[in-house]
């Protein structure tokens, strides 16, 4: 997934936050690097610098920080063990595959008590989808896929997926170049699970997807922000992190969760079996979960926070109340978030994204 990558050299908010950072600090600050290290492993541009900082100084804890692009490319560097993390943000269906072989370790959450005390109910209620009792992650960022439109260019209603095949929106109409994504779209509509390896249900997915193509101006990652903003499209799929950047960018820009269920992604710290600096790790993510930091990295990525004490530190009251941001789940109907399908169903997938694709 590439919702992560984009550029965030822009702050969506102004909290005044400086006296409360320096309030919260937990005893006298340490010189950084004298407690060790702690080798952290996230996706890029998703966590705001400063925040590393403060952990530093506060702890005197040495953070090491490595990148990943992909859920894809960080799960065989973990499986392989040749490099050891202490702390990893996967995504929903990946925790899923590395509970499931093995790779995390159950959390000691008497050593993590920001996570509990601050993280709200639901996402924990909605993270059993991949993390079945909750021993293996912790929330860090949120959000879900729908619609994003442009209200001077659309004058029917937009509350399904459905408008993504109305021949009016020919060559106007930007989908995820992503299996899953694609294919969840076209799996709600059909009113299917989106984690179906049902053949029937994504053979219908499929010629969907297919009837659908000839209407197809493009299918993006990152340029579906850009062409929204743009004008240069009417109606895109899009991360609501996404949605939330190109609405204060043009005001045209309206974003929806299709009536039809959509997914909801979780992005979650884990700590890996193997991990060389436990306690370390486990002072990270509590860290993390701490309000203060929480709304700082919120403001510097944009995607949801899943800390309840960080939202109501939101000074911005649109921002704190938004629909986009802060959607409350329990309004919407089919939700899921994606699970790991074993090697059998992704490849099931891919073979028919690849006949989407070719056709």
């Not at 490099?83 to 790779?103: A, E």
């Not at 729908?146 to 021949?167: A, C, H, Q, R």
């Not at 062409?227 to 939330?244: D, N, P, Q, R, T």
């Not at 203060?292 to 995607?303: C, E, L, M, R």
Request: charged share 25%; with cysteine.
């Amino acid at each position: 997934m590439k919702r992560k990558e984009i550029q965030k050299t822009f702050s969506i908010l102004a909290i005044g936050l400086s006296a409360a950072l320096s309030l919260s600090a937990c005893g006298n600050p340490s010189s950084a690097g004298t407690n060790g290290e702690v080798i952290v492993y996230n996706w890029g541009e998703y966590i705001d610098p400063e925040t590393i900082s403060l952990f530093e100084t506060e702890t005197g804890i040495r953070v090491v920080y490595d990148e990943f692009e992909t859920n894809e490319i960080m799960y065989p560097k973990v499986e392989a063990g040749a490099s050891k993390y202490d702390v990893i943000c996967p995504s929903d269906y990946m925790i899923q595959k590395m509970i499931d072989n093995g790779l995390l370790a159950e959390l000691d959450f008497e050593k993590i008590p920001n996570a509990k005390a601050n993280i709200g109910q639901q996402y924990w209620e909605q993270s059993k989808g991949f993390d079945a009792d909750n021993k293996y992650s912790v929330p860090y960022c949120w959000g879900t896929v729908g619609i994003l439109y442009n209200k001077t260019m659309v004058d029917d209603p937009v509350d399904s997926w459905s408008i993504l095949w109305d021949e009016k929106y020919k060559d106007n109409i930007l989908m995820q170049d992503s299996v899953r994504d694609a294919f969840m779209v076209a799996l709600k509509l059909n009113g299917a699970s989106m984690n179906s390896t049902d053949t029937g249900d994504l053979t219908a997915a499929r010629d969907l997807l297919i009837a659908q193509k000839p209407l197809v101006q493009a299918y993006v990652i990152d340029q579906v922000r850009d062409k929204m903003i743009g004008g240069e499209a009417a109606l895109g799929v899009i991360y609501s992190g996404e949605a939330i950047y190109t609405q204060r960018e043009n005001p045209d820009l309206e974003y929806v969760i299709p009536k039809e269920g959509t997914n909801v992604w979780i992005d979650s710290w884990v700590i890996p079996k193997n991990a060389p600096n436990l306690e370390n790790a486990e002072k990270f993510i509590d860290f993390m979960c701490r309000p203060d930091i929480a709304v700082k990295n919120f403001s510097y990525i944009t995607y949801s926070t899943p800390n309840d004490g960080a939202r109501e530190l939101i000074e911005d009251e649109d921002i704190r109340n938004s629909g986009i941001a802060f959607p409350d789940l329990s309004l919407y109907n089919n939700l899921e978030t994606y699970s790991y399908l074993g090697e059998e169903g992704d490849a099931l997938y891919n073979d028919m994204w690849k006949e989407v694709k070719s056709n």
